[in-house]
């Protein structure tokens, strides 16, 4: 830690191990339901553990971007961030919004649309939010010593997210025209500007912890970000097959969809080459894990499995089935979920001084998260395969279809206890570590006084 101001990262990230949990746990809870048990259903119904579930992955994940954020800008920029005190402010206004969807949600206030389901007045908040955030960000950006690539890669995706949110915001009347809208909100989102956030947050990390020249670095970042935009905005066209939009977006929809895994397989290629070419021989091991591991995963889930079931003849079978929920899992795991635990776990002994980043707990987190994850993934994609065969070929009635493959969810939980117990011990890792000291500036300064020496 190189700046005082850094130390803001750590509540974020405080506050995104709390919202991993809970969804981890609204998880388990629809898993228990898809087997039968559903003891909690008066009070927790299946549609609102679905809600929950997936609103904390995005709410979590975007607290995870903005905490990384508070602490690449400044090391990047070279000076403190602007305010310290309006980002603790940003930081609260976060939480309480998130807290108000939440509750919201099991009193049935919501707009019911898949992943923006949180109420009109609730978005104005939002709005504020991230203008607060992206206004600390590029204040302390244009006035620090420099502006890298890495930050600006970075900030953009940000930027662009904010942007992009404001469609989701729109009214309309038709069922199809709101359709069309929301997905410039999801889908650009998660294979667009996100991507963008991961590749800023990935070069930092391979800066850092390879010690390979950051101009070669930043040279593949400019890559990744024009094969996003290739393939990631017209990509868009697969979830318009069938909504009522024209059937120019078969062809579109189809031909970009097939080079969206091209900005992934660049991501993958680009942080193994990066870990060969390093001689750097840096200790946190298991930042490296978790920054190699994104790249791959992410070019698997989201690349091979997106491809996988995204053109045409394929998703005309496999759409709004269980197959969709193996590359969502698989893409989210991969592409932002790994990235937000690399950068914690990079920042977490810089900020507070206690070098416990080599130890069991942490490699066992890696691994049994790992592989619980690809368990889960295994599970829900050999059910959605079954699924797909009696009810699109067979013509088999959904909910007779849904007992078939109950089996596999018993699977699927099974590999989720795994997931869970590697995510507990990444956790009790995190708590491990207590809070930013001042110590650890002093440390840092004291290191780059003798690398200047």
């Known amino acids: 830690m190189k700046y005082k101001s850094q130390k803001v990262a750590y509540w974020f990230f405080a506050l995104c191990m709390l919202l991993f949990s809970l969804q981890i746990v609204y998880g388990f809870i629809m898993g228990f339901a898809r087997i039968g048990m559903d003891g909690l259903h008066d ?6 553990a679905r809600a929950v579930h997936t609103n904390l992955l995005v709410v979590w994940l975007l607290t995870g971007f903005m905490g990384a954020a508070y602490y690449i800008i ?3 920029a070279q000076r403190e961030l602007v305010s310290v005190k309006w980002a603790y402010i940003q930081l609260i206004s976060l ?7 939440i509750t919201g949600y099991h009193f049935n206030i919501w707009e019911g649309r898949k992943f923006l389901e949180i ?21 302390t950006l244009f006035k620090g010593k420099r502006q890298t690539t890495t930050a600006m890669v970075l900030t953009m995706g940000l930027v662009f997210a904010a942007l992009l949110y404001l469609p989701g ?3 309309f009347d038709s069922q199809v025209t709101d359709s069309f809208f929301r997905w410039w909100v999801v889908h650009l989102w998660v294979e667009g500007v996100w991507e963008l956030i991961m590749g800023g947050i990935l070069a930092f990390l391979l800066i850092k912890l390879t010690g390979v020249d950051r101009e070669v670095i930043e040279k593949w970042l400019y890559v990744i970000v024009g094969l996003t935009f290739l393939s990631g905005v017209l990509g868009t066209g697969h979830h318009y097959y069938y909504i009522g939009v024209n059937k120019i977006w078969l062809i579109v929809g189809g031909v970009f969809s097939a080079l969206e895994p091209l900005a992934f397989l660049a991501m993958a290629l680009f942080a193994v080459y990066m870990y060969r070419k390093g001689e750097k021989n840096h200790p946190n091991k298991i930042a490296l894990f978790w920054t190699i591991g994104a790249a791959i995963v992410s070019f698997i889930g989201a690349g091979l499995l997106g491809f996988a079931h995204t053109l045409p003849q394929t998703n005309l079978y496999t759409h709004g089935t269980l197959v969709t929920a193996m590359h969502g899992h698989y893409a989210f795991w991969g592409a932002y979920a790994m990235i937000v635990l690399a950068i914690i776990s990079y ?20 691994w049994l998260s790992n592989i ?28 007779v279809a849904q007992e078939e493959v109950k089996i596999h969810f018993v699977v699927m939980l099974i590999n989720a206890t795994l997931f869970a117990s590697g995510i507990s011990l990444y956790i009790y890792e995190f708590i491990k570590y207590g809070r930013p000291t ?5 440390e840092a300064l004291d290191e780059e006084q003798v690398l200047v020496k």
């Open 43 to 48: 009070w927790i119904p299946f549609n609102t």
């Open 74 to 76: 400044p090391e990047e």
């Open 95 to 101: 939480a309480v919004v998130g807290v108000l969807a």
């Open 119 to 139: 109420p009109r007045e609730l978005d104005y908040l939002v709005v504020a939010n991230v203008l607060l955030f992206l206004g600390i960000i590029l204040a």
């Open 169 to 171: 915001m729109i009214w």
């Open 347 to 366: 920042v977490m002994p810089n900020i507070t001084g206690r070098k416990r980043h080599d130890n069991t707990n942490g490699h066992l987190a890696f």
């Open 372 to 399: 619980g994850m690809l368990g889960m993934v295994v599970a829900m994609g050999v059910a959605g395969v079954v699924q797909v065969y009696l009810e699109r070929r067979l013509g088999m009635d959904f909910m």
């Open 438 to 442: 001042d110590e650890a500036l002093e």
